[in-house]
């Protein structure tokens, strides 16, 4: 599989094919086909046969995913470059086009190339803004000398289809910037991209959430529906969508400090999915002639890793060895193939058993990979620290493995996850083992990470204790763990994805998707940080809500909207949810996050000192 597995990014046309996009849910397949257009119109609008396109890095891998290169050929861009650093490469086209996020940081670059030397031809510049330009970026332009001799431009892209239940604005600094920093803009962004879902698939007639950040989202998008004067806007929608849920994701950081236990969580936590890619190390896949790692992409499309993504790691094995015995029965079919008649049936599907084969072999061998991490000794003992504090037991002194990490230098995003999970779960630490913790990191890994440890402290990851912890109640009212089954065994809630632990995020999505909502639990809903709310959106006349059933008669489909990021692991436990209740749900997400890469980011950990390695768990 190794030679005939090729990566979207080295195919000519790096968009695969939308059709994993449909299902039985949200068809997300809308989605990418309305953002295409929107791309694609954007391209055609600026004049010249011949355009080279900039690309924020960022955001490669995200066009990927909605546009493929053929379609921009089309419309006159020859040549594709990630905005960098440098002056235009030689033999540039006339019109260049930057496509990029409203980041003032990129502006200098851009400028570089605009004021760059041509010759006696000038460049026709045009900047592509998604979602949109700011004030900001405005004066940026204004400061280096560009703001009139480049054409502005806005695409609306707010959500980027993942797979067909998922959606991401592929933001990762979200929940940083607003714990940290009180900078909200994302979240205004957040509403509008709840807007253009709307204008898709109808207006969404309940609205409920938790956190300070859901609230926010609740009523700007609430604003801006009043300020629309014209409901014709959203005909071309079906109210397809029964209700969207708001979490934000500083109600429960306990959830991705934890280790994700799934195949497609571990996969995450170990190799880091981007843009639904992975790099495989040289262990699973030797490296491709050019030197670089061979890229996998991971998606609905794939059959068998839609049935073992959600399964609890310890049942993969067991179904990729049933799925190679039944593999090797279809082919063994050949033998008794006679006719003609069975042998033509039989070659009819070979090309069906070569992918399957392909796949088979393929997440064999990376699950034999990730075994190895799953069975070893540092990784159970950091997995038996995590279900420790879990049970709300000894989070309130120092923990011994805790300890003994740090003196053999174990890499300090693992030991910061683990100290940090005591924190949050014990409502902060105690003065004089929050100043152990800092001391003996300091002293072991470096005094420059005082800078590290104030930005998590910042960001609320690693505290004071100031009040009494309210996890145990929250964990006994929520039933957050789940006595310990065999986990091999068909999972019966969706604890399975965390091995006993239920995700507190999903405890909540769960309530707010049965009859009655939050009653019953709304004491125990003030004990965690935000409102809880549950509004009915003012629908225009004329138009039907779907309500607790669905649209005629259908079954019901709801949104789930994480602000500040969420796990494989919690999509998997939303996914099983799902089954169990019989609604259909599609997750929104303002970017894909882990443990590791949520402590990276809030605490500005140098990335590269961790990224593509083994340390990422």
Known sequence: WREERVSRGEREGIMP?????????????????????????????????????????????????????????????????????????????????????????????????????????????????????????????????????????????????MDSDVISMEAPLTLKNCSMYGDFTTLHYAAQALMQLQYLFGIIPRVAGKGEAARHVANMMAQQLREQSDPKVFERGHNEIDAVILIDRSVDLITPLCSQLTYEGLVDELYGISNNLIELPEQVAPLQANGKPVKVELNSGDKLYTEIRDMNFSRVGLLLSS??????????????????????????????????????????????????????????SCLNVEQTFLNGEDTDKSNNHIEACICKKEPLMKVLRMICLQSVINGGLKQKLFDFYRREILQTYGFEHILTLDNLEKAGLLTLQETRSSY???????????????????AEDISHVYSGYAPLSVRIIEHLSKPGGLRGIEEVMKL???????????????????????????????????????????????????????????????????????????????????AGSRQVG
Do not use: W
């Open 323 to 380: 799925r190679a015995r039944s593999l090797s029965k279809e082919y063994d079919e050949r033998h008794g193939a006679k006719t003609v008649s069975e042998i033509k049936q039989f070659t009819s599907k070979l090309k069906r058993l070569q992918d399957e084969q392909m796949s088979l072999r393929m997440h064999t061998d990376i699950a034999a990979d990730v075994m190895v991490t799953a069975r070893d000794d540092f990784f159970l």
């Open 17 to 161: 094919s939308p059709g994993f996009l449909a299902s039985n849910g949200v068809n997300l397949s809308h989605l990418r086909d309305f953002i295409r257009k929107e791309l694609l119109d954007a391209i055609s609008a600026v004049e010249g046969h011949s355009k080279a396109l900039f690309m924020d890095k960022a955001l490669i891998g995200v066009l990927g995913l909605v546009a493929e290169f053929s379609a921009l050929k089309e419309r006159g861009v020859e040549k594709m470059f990630p905005l960098a650093p440098g002056p235009l490469p030689a033999g540039s086209p006339k019109s260049i086009i930057f496509l990029c996020r409203p980041k003032a940081s990129l502006i200098p670059l851009i400028a570089e190339k605009i004021k760059g030397e041509r010759g006696s031809e000038p460049i026709e510049g045009h900047i592509l803004f998604t979602p949109s330009k700011t004030m900001v970026v405005e004066k940026a332009l204004k400061e280096f000398g560009i703001y009139g001799s480049c054409v502005l431009h806005e695409f609306k892209m707010h959500f980027a289809p």
């Open 472 to 490: 145990n109640s929250v964990r006994k009212a929520m039933k957050l763990i789940v006595e310990e089954t065999d986990p091999q065994l068909e």
């Open 528 to 610: 965690l940080p935000g409102p809880h709310f549950d509004l009915k959106q003012e629908m225009p006349k004329g138009f039907k809500s779907p309500g607790a059933g669905g649209v005629d008669g259908r079954q019901p489909k709801t949104l789930v909207f994480f602000l500040g990021g969420c796990t494989y692991a919690e999509i998997s436990a939303i996914r099983f949810l799902g089954s169990l209740i019989g609604r259909e749900f599609t997750i929104a997400t303002t970017n894909m996050l882990n443990g590791t890469t949520m402590l990276v980011r809030a605490s500005s950990f140098p990335f590269h000192l961790y």
